[in-house]
């Protein structure tokens, strides 16, 4: 077999040059591909030959666009145009919006493509598929057509279609009204009202009107703005539904929850910051993608304008030519224009004047004798879905009088204190007078205006003083100001006003905390006060309880800009750093603050050592509002084991919540609530005492039955002369109970008790079983009797014992020689334990009762019955009874004893017959 042979390579490295202009040309052509592989990525095409429709903007990743005529997607730049027949698409997560020359306003969520046509100057939309939102202005409509139907959306509507797939369709009206043609095959039109919602395709149980995905509402007031919800829903009426809202969009933080049964609308109230929000039913869950529907509230902070000028009641005056009113607002900085409306009524009907302007202020003379009202409403053009709120309405007089009345002008600036530098002026500043063609300022370095420092004449209501600094160097200075009239007459002046000059070429000022902060006592010593200057030298930084710094707390030298570590007890403070420089000492401005202690603790209500849970519903903890505080934090946690809460928000404006408790296990729990203050730009974040509050919680349960318990039985003579006592617990108090006691074989209780106490004692009761239950409800309409009659039984009475015979004995004899000295029979027996009565009988040998008798016991003598009537006896066998007794005081005998029989003889002769003569024939008279 042929094999080849090894070789080896040997490179030359003797052309190093080559090999370098190689790779050289190589990254070139790398870079110069990779360059115009961007630049045709990211190209935005342009055309004369047609005239735009509307621009695009669009923010979060992406656009597309595509001409009508072309198949090649180019990405257009913020507020490109769009041309009729463009078709427009966003990418994931990316958000674009439409302005179309005709005011109407569209919108397009991500992963959304539409196609825009214009046609005899209404503008019409094809949508393929996403999420659009349509809001037309007062004076145009517009159409969105997707597959075979169409919504024709009248002016001033607000409306949106979302398109998941072929098919399935969804058209909600927020706002207005629209008519839609096509749907479900049909060529009959339908109008749609606001809240209407249509769905073709797979149905969506859950829909929200409004707000939409990703709505704009404007905070006014400064209050914050209600949001309202409206939904429709095809779930049933009882399902429970969750509202969820978060800053944030993975809702992981600061998530508010609210449980909305059998509502179709909810609004929150006063909200002043964007929120996500996430509407779902609680069995189906959040993360259900057929039953949740979520989006987002930005809340944008635009204050209603703030009128300064004219001031309200202000009044003018003029002789010949009516006075210049210069009218000045504060607005905002997402304002586009406002509208400037002056009428001679307060409801500003027919206004003389409304115009819009793009800034804050304008100056008019267009307004006769008379008072005038007046306001300012912003416009925005911003698509937003609550009306723009209108300035306050102020109003103002104008007088002509017949002769110019004497009057001082009105100084603005300075007042207190004004800033020089070198080869820099400072500006003067006073308001208008009518009937006044110049003025003239004075500046003196005394109130008396006899050290005349400047003395000008200037023709308009300000004046600039070049090179300030070395005209009114470092110290105190007066200026007025006066109205010269067209004659050259010199008008009253203004009363003179004291400033002070500071060459900021020597600046100390103090920076941070501002005047009038609060510090949270924890948080001073981590506070750094800071000051801003540009003198090199030592400075001193002092803190003092008093306004003069008459004693100081602190006195540190310091050659930076800010010092930190100081620690201050509660109260007001003053603050100020002072440092030596060329023109002598100076000083910042004297600023105070407050260390101020931590809030107060919350007073907890309604919770007491037990906290009982019910079956269903929610569990309310409510406690006191903190003065000061903004959020709560409320951590409930088990006794023992502190690191796993079983409840925690960290974040609650209210001052109560609701926890379903359910689940819990019953034992000893910690309820833990906290105030804090949020930082502001006048205040640190500061905390509050905690309320710590121990409870036992506990689960409704039925009632308890205690004793007696079941299966017992109970001896017949203390059910009898003891009663024993039912005993029962509820861990509630019940609003309504009622303790039943029924015997077998009885058909009505024998005892029954409405609302009995805890421990009710039973009435006597006779042998037998028995069964008792108790019957209870709590106030909230929980049923909690118990849960089986517990059966009982009371035992027969057991006879007393016999009574022994002490005479006569048995088989006893009573013979003559008894008789000879006995006239009668004593009948003796024993005494009975607890025997009350005893029953005696004396019969015959034939068992005929000869003599009965019932005698009271007496327990200190022998029980004894005399029999005298001998002549009754006969001789031959006699037997006496003798029974013990237990009666109850109305005599009925509840415990009977062994009868005790005892056998004697009567031995005594017969009595011999007694014969006597005829008496004959007896006469009487």
């Not at 209407?196 to 709505?215: D, F, H, R």
């Not at 300035?391 to 004497?406: C, D, N, P, R, W």
């Not at 204190?417 to 005394?446: H, P, Q």
């Not at 930084?541 to 710094?549: C, G, H, I, L, Y």
């Amino acid at each position: 077999m042929k094999t080849r042979k090894n070789t080896k390579s040997n490179p030359s490295f003797t052309n190093v040059g080559t090999d370098i202009t190689v790779v050289v040309l190589s990254l070139l052509v790398i870079f110069a591909s990779s360059f115009l592989f961007v630049k045709n990525l990211n190209r935005t095409f342009s055309r004369n030959d047609k005239t735009p429709v509307a621009t695009v903007t669009f923010k979060y990743k992406s656009v597309q666009r595509k001409f009508l005529d072309r198949a090649v997607w180019d990405r257009p730049q913020q507020n490109s145009p769009v041309y009729n027949g463009d078709t427009i698409r966003t990418s994931p997560e990316a958000e674009a919006t439409l302005y179309f020359v005709d005011r109407n306003v569209v919108e397009l969520g991500s992963s959304t493509m539409i196609q825009v046509f214009v046609n005899n100057e209404e503008s019409r939309i094809d949508l393929t598929n996403g999420l659009v939102s349509v809001e037309t202005s007062d004076s145009s409509n517009m159409l969105i057509s997707s597959e075979n139907t169409t919504a024709k959306i009248s002016k001033g509507s607000s409306f949106r279609a979302d398109k998941s797939g072929e098919g399935n369709l969804q058209l909600v009206v927020e706002r207005g009204e629209a008519a839609v043609t096509g749907q479900d095959g049909a060529e009959k039109t339908e109008l749609l009202t606001q809240g209407a919602v249509i769905q073709t395709g797979i149905q969506t149980p859950l829909v929200v009107v409004s707000p939409g995905k990703n709505v704009r509402l404007l905070n006014q007031s400064g209050n914050g703005t209600d949001v309202a919800f409206q939904w429709q829903s095809s779930l049933p009426a009882a399902e429970e539904l969750i509202l969820e809202t978060s800053p944030l969009s993975n809702f992981s933080d600061e998530v508010q929850k609210y449980t909305l049964t059998g509502l179709t609308e909810y609004t929150l109230a006063k909200q002043n910051r964007s929120f996500y929000w996430r509407l779902y039913s609680a069995a189906a869950g959040a993360e259900s993608a057929v039953n949740a529907q979520s989006g987002k509230v930005n809340i944008i902070a635009a204050p209603a304008p703030v009128l300064l000028e004219p001031a309200v009641e202000a009044q003018y005056a003029y002789t010949v030519a009516p006075p210049a009113i210069r009218f000045l607002w504060e607005g905002n900085s997402l304002v586009a224009s406002y509208l400037l409306e002056v009428a001679d009524n307060p409801e500003l009907k027919n206004p003389q004047l409304s115009r819009f302007v793009n800034t804050q202020s304008l100056t008019l003379s267009d307004f006769a004798e008379g008072t005038w009202y007046w306001r300012v409403t912003p416009r925005y053009l911003i698509n937003v879905e609550n009306a723009p709120e209108s300035s306050k309405t102020a109003f103002f007089h104008i007088e002509k009088q017949s002769t110019a009345a004497e009057e001082a002008p009105q100084v603005l600036f300075p007042q207190a204190t004004a800033e020089t530098s070198s080869g820099k002026g400072m500006s003067f500043a006073w308001k208008n007078i009518s009937e006044t063609k110049s003025y003239r300022l004075k500046v003196a370095k005394d109130a008396e205006m006899k050290t005349v420092v400047v003395d000008t004449i200037v023709e308009t209501n300000s004046f600039k003083l070049d090179d300030a600094a070395a005209v009114l160097p470092n110290g105190d200075y007066y200026w007025t100001v006066s109205g010269i009239d067209s004659k050259g007459s010199e008008m009253a002046a203004s009363t003179p006003v004291k400033f002070q000059t500071v060459n900021t070429d020597y600046a100390l000022r103090g920076i941070f905390p501002p005047n009038g902060y609060v510090l949270a006592d924890t948080l001073c010593p981590d506070t750094r006060f800071t000051w801003k200057t540009n003198v090199e030298t030592e400075k001193h930084f002092q803190v003092s309880a008093s306004k003069d710094f008459s004693t100081l707390a602190v006195d540190v030298k310091t050659s930076g800009n800010g010092i930190e570590g100081i620690s201050l007890p509660h109260g007001q403070w003053y603050w100020r750093v002072i440092a030596d420089s060329e023109i002598g000492l100076i000083k910042t401005e004297t600023k105070h603050f407050t260390i101020a202690p931590p809030l107060d603790k919350p007073n907890l209500f309604g919770i007491g050592g037990t906290v009982i849970v019910f079956p269903s519903g929610k569990t309310k903890f409510a406690w006191s509002p903190v003065k000061g505080a903004d959020y709560y934090q409320v951590r409930i946690t088990k006794i023992g084991n502190e690191d796993s809460p079983l409840y925690e928000n960290l974040f609650i404006t209210e001052t109560q919540v609701e926890i379903a408790l359910q689940h819990v296990l019953e034992g000893g729990y910690r309820i833990s609530i906290q105030g804090f203050a949020s930082a502001s730009v006048t205040s640190t974040r500061r905390y509050g005492l905690a309320v710590d509050h121990n409870f036992a919680l506990k689960h409704l349960k039925p009632v308890e039955l205690l004793y007696p318990a079941d299966g017992i039985k109970i001896g017949g003579l203390e059910a009898a002369l003891d009663p024993f006592t039912f005993k029962w617990e509820s861990i509630v108090p019940p609003a309504s109970s009622k303790l039943i006691l029924r015997k077998s074989g009885t058909a009505n209780p024998v005892f029954e008790v409405s609302d009995p106490p805890t421990a009710i004692q039973a009435p006597a009761l006779e042998s037998g079983k028995y069964t008792w239950e108790v019957k209870a409800t709590v106030p909230e309409g929980f049923d909690i009797s118990s849960r089986k009659r517990f059966t009982f039984t009371v035992l027969p009475i057991p006879p007393l014992p016999q009574a022994v015979f002490g005479f006569p004995k048995t088989d006893t004899v009573l013979d003559a020689a008894f008789f000879k000295s006995n006239r009668s029979i004593d009948f003796r027996w024993s005494n009975v334990p607890d025997a009350t009565h005893y029953w005696f009988k004396l019969s015959d040998s034939a068992g005929r009762s000869i003599f009965t008798t019932d005698i009271r016991a007496d327990g200190a003598t022998e029980p004894a019955v005399s029999f005298k009537d001998i002549a009754r006896l006969s001789p031959g066998t006699f037997s006496a009874e003798v029974k013990a007794q237990r009666r109850l005081s109305n005599g009925k005998v509840f415990q009977d004893g062994t009868v005790s029989r005892v056998r004697f003889k009567i031995d005594i002769p017969k009595g011999r017959t007694v014969s006597t003569d005829e008496t004959g024939v007896l006469y009487g008279k």
